[in-house]
């Protein structure tokens, strides 16, 4: 939606301004309508694996 995509770049303006890390979650599934639970809001079994896989890969990218 036009209010989800503007607080991205809210957040990621303001991350980067600070030096903080982002979790694009969003960048995950905007592409895979099949991720998607049949009431629009929810995500699919894949759906969760994949936004658990971005999860654990961006925890991973900060740790030492």
Known sequence: TTRMLRRNELV???AK???LPVNDL??????HPEL???????FTEK???ALAAQVLS???NVLP
Not at 26 to 31: E, G, L, P, T
């Open 17 to 19: 301004r600070e030096s």
């Open 36 to 42: 998607h639970a049949p009431d629009g809001v929810h």
């Open 47 to 49: 759906g969760y694996a």
């Open 58 to 60: 961006a925890i991973a």
């Open 26 to 31: 969003y960048a995950v599934i905007k592409d």
């Open 12 to 14: 990621t303006a303001f």
